[in-house]
Structure formats: C-alpha cells, structure tokens
C-alpha cells in the first residue's frame, strides 16, 4: 500500500478545522456581514439591509472553509 491511497485518519491529520476557529470563522462572517449591511442602509436609507447584511454574512461563514489550527 503506498502512503498516497492511505486515509487522512491513518496519517493522523484531523478531520476538519476545530471548533475555536469555527466559531471564530462565523463571528468574523457575522461582523462583516452587519457592517456591509449598516453601509449599504445608510446609502440607501432602508433599515432592513442590515438583517440582509446580517444572512448573508451567515451564510458566506458557514459556505467559506476556516482556516486549520
């Protein structure tokens, strides 16, 4: 068996990020996605981008991949 067919569990590499940067990755995603919403409200005057600012910050850190420990 050659070390490249190996499993990621038999090289001992973690399954995924751990759950310190998977929080912090959706904090981040959540900041942004309320100052992208408060910027796009005050040019346009609509309160009601900043609950969209605020989904679409969700959903881009929940979609993006946080970076590995």
């Known amino acids: ?3 490249g067919s ?3 569990k038999q090289r001992g590499e ?5 759950p310190a ?7 981040v995603a959540l900041v942004i996605g309320a100052v992208v919403g408060a910027v796009i ?3 346009t005057q ?3 981008w900043v609950p969209a600012g605020l989904a679409m910050g969700l959903a881009t ?3 993006m991949k946080p970076p590995s420990d």
């Open 6 to 8: 190996k499993s990621r």
């Open 41 to 43: 409200a005050v040019f």
């Open 1 to 3: 068996m050659s070390s």
């Open 14 to 18: 973690q399954d995924g990020p751990s």
């Open 21 to 27: 940067a998977r929080r912090k990755q959706i904090i």
């Open 46 to 48: 609509f309160w009601l």
């Open 61 to 63: 850190g929940a979609i």
